[in-house]
């Protein structure tokens, strides 16, 4: 088993590069499935879940050649299979964009049910609402998600909860369907408008992403085009926490600075020092950070994705912080892990109350999912003496390199 080995203390000062955004890369790459022809993605994190998601495109009949570690040739020609069975597909949550894909581009689609963090029921009705709407039957046998259409007709899909997944894989399936569907309530996510960038580019006809209502006019054929993924909000957020919670001052670089206003404006909230660049942000730490109250919430809301980090740095700051998580209904597991190091969160629901500033001190943990993980990375830099993370193949699903991005900035960090 994977662990990482953190000897905290270490303020963290210089650039760092962020990587291709694993989440929109999830999306493009089953995409691609919807073309005939070769596609180039770069940008491409090189992270544990991208590997997962090609393995299964090559056992659909996808021909991918990486040129170099972010670099993705696709021919996509070939593929004749609609089926992805258990193996890979359960390691990822987004290997339910296959369905969308499949659907498209085949009228038929057999996928296994997904994988991925574990914070709640994660239901897909959304996504089986909107394809039914689009005229798929839709059957739930063996593990296996089953649909299949004589004909996809466009047609207007209204979401009852916002979801980034049901938008973009309704969004899939509609790239071809006949005439016209509108997906109102829809969510607005960076990843949903560089999919759609990626789909119009391939010759698809989409309008709206980033607002609440898409309009797609379906086409009968995509082409292979050559694409750069935006870079990855999540894993800078985590970098600008890393700067102030080490006390640090850090430049995080090749990144989209509006991504990350929620963030910022929590961080200057807490007495941060933050520049900003067209596509760098650095962050300063000051003396003393100050506890704060957040809730999160669907883009532009402070994302899910960073509240464990978020609710990590709160923990060790001056004075009552609230943490609120309104997405999912079971994400603050890794509290329990984090209180071996001495901090004091308590945990009512899906709201947390942290109490700083804690004298921590490193230990032995798990990290029970990703993002849980990189709190647990965090909490460790922040800590005196040894803090060892077990199950950190959690943390390789969506973060490139981490413990060599760190120790560029200063850290004294090892994986074994
Ligand atoms: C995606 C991200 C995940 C992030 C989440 C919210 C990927 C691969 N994963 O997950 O990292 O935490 O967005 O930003 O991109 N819901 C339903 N029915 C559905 C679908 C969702 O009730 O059919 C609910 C969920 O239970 C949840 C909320 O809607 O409470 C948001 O989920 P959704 O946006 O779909 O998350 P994912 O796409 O699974």
Same mark, same amino acid.
């Not at 790459?29 to 997962?52: C, M, Q, R, W």
């Given at each position: 088993?994977?662990q990482?080995? /953190? ?14 955004a694993?989440?929109a890369?999830?999306a ?8 005939e ?13 991208i ?6 495109l090559?056992?659909?009949?996808a ?9 993705l040739?696709?021919?996509?020609t070939?593929?004749?299979?609609y ?15 296959l ?7 085949f ?14 029921? &994660? ?14 039957? #839709?059957?739930?046998?063996n ?28 969004m899939? =399936? ?16 960076p990843?949903?408008?560089?999919t759609?960038?990626?789909?119009n580019?391939?010759g698809a ?19 292979g ?16 926490i890393a ?10 670089k ?10 910022? =404006? ?31 919430m669907?883009y ?11 609710t990590?740095?709160? #923990? ?7 943490i ?8 603050f597991q ?8 001495g ?15 804690v ?6 943990v ?10 647990l990375?965090l909490?460790?830099l922040?800590s005196v003496?040894?803090t060892? /993370?077990?199950n950190?193949?959690?943390?390789? &699903? ?7 991005k ?11």
């Amino acid at each position: 088993m994977e662990q990482l080995i /953190i000897k905290g203390g270490n303020p963290l000062r210089g650039e760092v590069n962020i990587s291709g955004a694993k989440n929109a890369a999830l999306a493009i790459l089953p995409a691609v499935i919807l073309s005939e022809g070769i596609s180039t993605i770069e940008n491409l994190p090189y992270i544990e879940d991208i590997k997962h998601l090609v393995e299964i495109l090559e056992n659909l009949g996808a021909k991918c050649n990486f040129k170099d570690k972010h670099t993705l040739v696709i021919d996509s020609t070939n593929i004749e299979k609609y089926r992805a069975v258990y193996g890979s597909v359960k390691k990822i949550r987004a290997s339910y964009y296959l369905l969308g894909a499949l659907l498209g581009r085949f009228k038929n689609a057999e996928v296994a049910m997904p994988g991925g963090c574990n914070f709640g029921q &994660r239901p897909v009705d959304q996504h089986i609402k909107g394809f039914k709407a689009l005229g798929a039957v #839709a059957d739930l046998k063996n593990g296996m998600n089953k649909l299949k259409a004589d004909k996809l007709i466009g047609t207007n899909i209204y979401l009852d909860v916002i979801s980034v997944g049901a938008t973009i894989n309704i969004m899939l =399936a509609a790239t071809k369907a006949q005439g016209v569907t509108i997906i109102e309530n829809a969510a607005k996510e960076p990843h949903v408008v560089d999919t759609a960038n990626f789909l119009n580019m391939m010759g698809a006809n989409i309008k709206g992403a980033g607002t609440d209502v898409i309009r797609i006019i379906g086409v009968e054929k995509l082409h292979g085009v050559r694409y750069t993924i935006i870079p990855d909000q999540i894993e800078a957020g985590t970098y600008m926490i890393a700067a102030a919670i080490t006390k640090g001052s850090v430049t995080v670089k090749n990144i989209i600075p509006k991504h990350m206003d929620p963030l910022t =404006a929590k961080l200057i909230e807490m007495n941060c020092i933050v520049e900003e660049g067209d596509d760098y942000i650095k962050v300063t730490a000051p003396e003393k950070l100050y506890a704060t109250n957040i809730k999160t919430m669907v883009y532009p809301g402070f994302p899910t994705d960073l509240q464990p980090q978020i609710t990590t740095i709160v #923990a060790c700051s001056h004075g009552t912080g609230i943490i609120t998580e309104n997405v999912w209904e079971n994400r603050f597991q890794y509290v329990n892990e984090l209180k071996r190091l001495g901090f004091n969160i308590t945990v009512e629901g899906r709201v947390a109350v942290t109490k700083g500033p804690v004298n921590l001190m490193g230990a032995e943990v798990f990290a029970h999912d990703l993002r849980a993980g990189a709190a647990l990375v965090l909490a460790g830099l922040a800590s005196v003496g040894t803090t060892t /993370i077990s199950n950190a193949k959690q943390i390789y &699903r969506g973060y490139e390199n981490i413990e060599g991005k760190l120790r560029v900035l200063g850290a004294d960090i090892e994986k074994v």
